[in-house]
């Protein structure tokens, strides 16, 4: 019987390599979890990406900067912060996200197939719980 530390260092590697499967290979992981991010917001602070991702200024700055020259995101200045910019995903980004979702969809295929609908619904529970947990944690870290 696997230990929970075994199994989640498994789970990890599986997902990194499922990720390098269907991950383009023109984008980073950071690039990656910065568009999916932004897929979920209309527009983002810098500062409110840092906190999700856990990384420095600088790196957040650099992996923006090369996603805004390869057309993925667009930014415009804060209304109420002229300092500041505002981070969205180009339409070029929004398709680029398309056809990477696809390529997840074998894992939630995989998923459905081997687990009972019971076990979909305690791994939903369980694998959020978890996540929720790990950004709670991130976040706590960074204040």
């Known amino acids: 019987m ?11 590697c ?7 499967i269907v991950n383009p290979k023109e984008i980073t992981w950071l690039q990656y979890d910065i568009l999916h991010i932004l897929s979920e917001n209309k527009w983002i602070l ?3 990406l840092n906190l999700s991702l856990g990384i420095s200024r600088s790196k957040l700055s650099k ?25 969205s995903l180009t339409n070029e980004g929004q398709k680029l996200l ?13 998923a459905k197939e081997i687990f ?3 076990e979909q619904k305690q791994f939903e529970k369980l694998a959020s719980k978890l996540s929720e ?11």
């Open 2 to 12: 696997e230990l929970l530390d075994d199994v989640l260092i498994n789970l990890q």
């Open 14 to 20: 599986e997902l990194v390599a499922e990720r390098n």
């Open 46 to 48: 810098p500062s409110e």
């Open 63 to 87: 992996a923006l900067k090369e996603l805004k020259i390869m057309g993925y995101i667009q930014q415009k200045t804060s209304e109420k912060d002229g300092r500041e910019l505002l981070t």
């Open 98 to 110: 398309r056809s990477v979702k696809s390529g997840h969809n074998k894992i939630y295929s995989i």
């Open 116 to 118: 009972t609908q019971e």
């Open 133 to 143: 947990a790990l950004r709670d944690e991130r976040m706590s870290a960074n204040e």
